[in-house]
């Protein structure tokens, strides 16, 4: 049991993105506190013997770290104690530095708002010491970094979005494909083979890309129709697929940005349909 500590300012724990793995994609705001001298570094690996890819990323981007700084282990399982125990063990670690007056930069991948470990070891923290202040510095999501890769728009004017893990499964994913334009489907690799099928009965091969390892040197884009050939073949853990839906039949919407209202509430309601114009995007 932590007692906290009463004395001097507190230290923060500020969630650091530094995007999918290209060092160009750190924002400014991110590499000013990389830039600091007075702040404890933390990143998160998979296991001792697993190098952290966001330390990765900080290295070939050139910073050198700062005097003190920590790998914290956070392991690839589904085991809710082990997770917690996890959690505890690097909230543990950085706590003391907090309650001393230190800020303590945990560097995260991505974005620390999006399947981030930055959100876990937030709330554990907080949960020992309410008073630990927990900032979040925003980062270029991997599935925007592909979409740019590859040329194509995530989304344009309406379209619809969905950001699914796939360990949800082929099933889950194939109950959200009505609904909408685009599926970004995150850690494929445990489905490959499945999504590859699902992707040629839906006929949405020409329509999808894969990528791994967005940003880094040994990035991997395969475009749909030959995504066949990577059935049996191991792919990164860092892998997604972009999933275009040509097929998608859309429902009436509401049209211009500058109504208050629908046309049915309005009239239930007596009041004059708007005649403003409509604005594009």
């Known amino acids: 049991m932590h007692t906290p500590s009463t004395q001097g300012p507190l230290g923060r724990l500020v969630g650091v993105s530094l995007g999918p ?21 933390t990143y998160p690996a998979r296991s001792t013997k697993t190098p952290s890819y966001a330390f990765d990323i900080v ?11 920590q790998t914290l282990l956070f392991p690839m399982t589904h085991d809710g104690d082990k997770l917690a125990r996890a959690w505890m063990r690097a909230a543990d670690t950085v706590l003391p530095w907090l309650q001393a007056g230190q800020d303590v930069l945990f560097l995260v991948e991505g974005d620390a708002s999006t399947y981030a470990t930055f959100g876990h070891l937030a709330r554990t923290v907080r949960a020992l010491d309410a008073r630990i202040e927990v900032p979040v510095i925003a980062g270029v999501n991997a599935f925007t970094a592909a ?30 494909l009505p609904d909408f334009d685009t599926l970004v489907l995150m850690k494929v690799k445990p489905l490959m083979d499945d999504l590859i099928g699902w992707l040629e009965r839906r006929d949405l091969l ?67 349909l708007s005649d403003e114009p409509e604005l594009a995007e």
Request: glycine share 8%.
């Open 59 to 69: 290295q070939r981007a050139g910073l050198t770290p700062p005097a003190t700084h």
């Open 147 to 176: 979409c740019a890769t590859r040329g194509m728009p995530l989304a344009e004017q309406d379209d619809t979005i969905a950001i699914v893990p796939a360990a949800y499964g082929v099933s889950a994913v194939d109950r959200l």
């Open 21 to 41: 793995g290209d060092p160009g994609l750190i924002t400014r705001a991110a590499w000013a506190q990389l830039q600091r001298s007075d702040a404890v570094w």
């Open 206 to 272: 020409p329509h999808t890309q894969f990528i791994e390892r967005v940003g880094v040197p040994d990035e991997r884009c395969v475009a749909g129709v030959d995504l066949p050939a990577l059935r049996g073949t191991k792919v990164s853990y860092l892998s997604l697929m972009v999933v275009k839906n040509p097929h998608r039949i859309r429902g009436e919407r509401i049209k211009g940005c500058l109504k208050k209202s629908s046309p049915a509430a309005a009239s239930a309601a007596g009041q004059p």
